[in-house]
């Protein structure tokens, strides 16, 4: 269940004509970023395929898939692999609208933006389809574009996989039992909390301005706010972490990491390798194969 | 400058992927002898404000905002190596939570923004700050370091995008990753940090060290720059040397083309550049020395004395802001953070 407090920002205690202070809008945005958080927490517990797996499985296998993914060069194969992530995403529970609307929404349309010179005959010259002046668009060119868009995709949608099905003691765990030093895994675990803190604080820090304001105020002022609130973030940071240190010590930490390896793969995880197995090889077979480029 | 999973091809995402772990291993070894066990909280504390700082939003002109990285304000505050692996836990986290730069991309995201930034930032803070900063001169220094230290990661991104037409095409020349080449790549990531990002970084970085200087100056306290200052001076040499390859590349960089080529472009020079071109005749046009036959010797010699000049003026520009400083301004004393 979500707590309550992550829907502050989005309680709009007020409404103003115009535009959005900036303050309000970053408070917004990070209420947003600590709201997603949580709700793919609530997501990577609920009864899926991939949230039913080993965390270490899941993590190797998206990765080999991400590793393939790229090996991967023609477009009908690329369109394969954008339609297994959504398999998976369904198979996993999640809604397929919301996982297609956030891939293409973030990758899929930097994409688009990114690739869109490709192209054109001012990148990519070859037969001119569509004539915009200098502008023009060629057949090569469109292939490009396409073939990089349906990239993206495709590795923003196996990496979205694994953040909306996999919670994050899970994957610190998995991370853990694969050799990442106990050290390195503390370090991530800690990061995470302490990222969630500092983001409500500074969610805080806006919200108590924007409830001061009677105008969105300057630029001017409103930058010497920002970076006067960034330094003080940088010295509770500091100051945060001896504090952190201090309650480390006073709980008897002497040092040594306790370890979070804590897993057991099932026949289901060995069904899983071997159907990744064959699916993978079956997705550089036919794209050699069957679809040269 | 995150850069996700379908832009790299495998030899370049395989390769940064590879080539960051040693520097991570380096690196912890470097931050375990200085801050021993202290290093969890402060890594991932210094890691959560890496992170944090790219939430806020920097009114910059127009209207718009923009937001900064801020890998060169946690090296100046906790050296370098502590930076390359606070950035990377950030860059690593915001990958694997927040879906925020690709998988297979880790390395290299984290070889721009938390090896290049980092580091480079830093060794041109020391590099203008001197051992006994001045607070006007700190401030300057971390505005220009912040500057530099994006740039080149910007420029470093926009590398690994251009190589990758040349590394992975099909048979008929098209490009199976990021289509740009070095001539479009180089220039277009070069030039939106130059004149948007780059500025944002080096504004937040100024303003966040002046308020430390004025309130927690204890924060900033630098370690002697002589040990340091002997690898920067070793990779610089290296980096020199290593310019002749520069003579390989094929074509002119774009938007630096001469009027003739310009005329063989459009078919015209225009009027404006015609007029412009023979304003100023440069000492050693294209970085060829008129002195030296061998091309290869004269790109080499002319990176030499290039960056001799640069260096001298860069030199001479710290040694007149250290004569404007208070002499009597607060000596650093030296700390092992870094």
Redesign the interface.
């Known amino acids: 269940m979500i707590p309550a407090l992550a829907h502050i920002s989005d309680a709009a205690p007020r409404k103003r004509s115009g535009p959005r202070s900036?303050a309000r809008?970053?408070a917004d945005?990070?209420g947003h970023?600590v709201a997603?958080?949580l709700e793919?927490d609530e997501l990577a517990s609920s009864a899926g395929l991939m949230q039913s797996l080993d965390p270490r499985i899941k993590l190797v296998s998206?990765?080999v898939f991400?590793?393939v993914?790229?090996?991967v060069?023609s477009l009908p194969m690329l369109l394969v692999l954008i339609v297994a992530t959504m398999a998976l995403a369904a198979a996993s529970r999640v809604s397929v609208a919301s996982f297609a609307r956030?891939v293409w929404s973030?990758?899929g349309f930097?994409?688009l933006l990114?690739?869109a010179?490709?192209a054109t005959a001012w990148?990519?010259p070859g037969e001119i389809l569509v004539s915009l002046g200098p502008l023009s668009i060629t057949a090569?060119g469109l292939?490009?574009?396409t073939?990089?868009i349906a990239?993206?995709?495709?590795?923003?949608g196996?990496?979205?996989l694994?953040?909306w099905t996999t919670r994050?003691t899970d994957?610190l765990r998995a991370l853990s039992a694969m050799g990442v030093s106990d050290?390195?895994v503390?370090?991530?675990a800690?990061?995470?909390?302490?990222?969630m803190?500092?983001?409500r604080t500074?969610e805080n820090m806006h919200l108590a301005r924007e409830s001061r304001m009677l105008s969105g105020g300057t630029?001017r002022d409103?930058?010497?706010w920002?970076?006067?609130?960034?330094?003080f973030?940088?010295?509770r940071?500091?100051k945060?972490?001896?504090d952190?240190?201090d309650a480390?010590l006073s709980r008897g930490?002497s040092?040594a990491?306790p370890s979070l390896v804590d897993l057991h793969a099932t026949t289901r995880d060995l069904a899983w390798v071997i159907a990744s197995v064959a699916a993978c090889v079956l997705a550089l077979g036919v794209d050699r194969m069957v679809f040269p480029? | 400058m995150h850069i996700p999973d379908g832009y790299l091809g495998p030899q370049t995402y395989a390769a940064l992927d590879v080539a960051i772990i040693p520097i991570w291993v380096i690196a912890s070894t470097r931050i375990k002898k200085t801050l021993k066990a202290k290093q969890v909280p402060l890594m991932a504390l210094a890691a959560a404000f890496s992170f944090v700082i790219m939430m806020f939003n920097v009114p910059v002109v127009g209207g718009s905002t923009g937001h900064a990285v801020g890998a060169v304000l946690i090296a100046i505050l906790l050296g370098p190596w502590a930076a390359c692996i606070s950035v990377s836990i950030a860059l690593v986290v915001q990958a694997l939570v927040f879906g925020d730069g690709g998988i297979t991309a880790i390395g290299a995201n984290c070889v721009n923004m938390a090896i290049i930034m980092p580091f480079v930032g830093y060794y041109v803070y020391r590099l203008v700050a001197g051992d006994r900063p001045g607070h006007g001169r700190r401030i300057t220094a971390a505005g220009i370091a912040a500057y530099v230290g994006i740039v080149t990661a910007a420029i470093a991104a926009g590398v690994e995008f251009g190589l990758q037409p040349l590394l992975a095409h099909t048979a008929s020349g098209q490009a199976l990753y990021s289509p740009y080449p070095l001539s479009v790549a180089v220039p277009a990531m070069a030039f939106e940090h130059l004149l948007f990002f780059g500025p944002v970084e080096a504004v937040v970085t100024m303003g966040i060290v002046a308020v430390l200087a004025r309130q927690d100056s204890a924060l900033l306290r630098m370690k002697p720059a002589a040990k340091p200052l002997r690898w920067l001076w070793a990779a610089f040499a290296c980096l020199v040397l290593l310019t002749p390859i520069g003579t390989l590349a094929q074509g002119t960089a774009w938007g630096e083309w001469g009027a003739q080529q310009i005329k063989a472009t459009l078919g015209y020079i225009p009027a404006g550049l015609e007029k412009a071109g023979g304003l100023w005749t440069s000492a050693m046009p294209d970085y060829a020395p008129s002195f030296i036959a061998n091309p290869l010797v004269g790109y080499l010699v002319a990176a030499v004395l290039g960056s001799a000049l640069v260096i001298g003026v860069t030199w001479a520009v710290g040694r007149l802001l250290a004569r404007n400083n208070d002499d009597s301004a607060p000596t650093v004393p030296p700390t092992d953070a870094a």
């Open positions: 900036l809008r970053t945005a990070i970023a997603e958080v793919n998206v990765l991400s590793v993914a790229s090996f060069h956030k973030s990758a930097f994409g990114l690739s010179p490709a990148i990519t090569p292939v490009i574009a073939r990089l990239r993206v995709a495709v590795g923003a196996f990496g979205l694994v953040v994050w994957l050290l390195v503390a370090t991530l800690m990061t995470q909390k302490q990222i803190s500092l983001l500074v630029a409103n930058r010497g920002v970076i006067e609130r960034m330094a973030v940088a010295r940071s500091m945060t972490a001896d952190v240190y480390m930490f040092g990491m480029v």
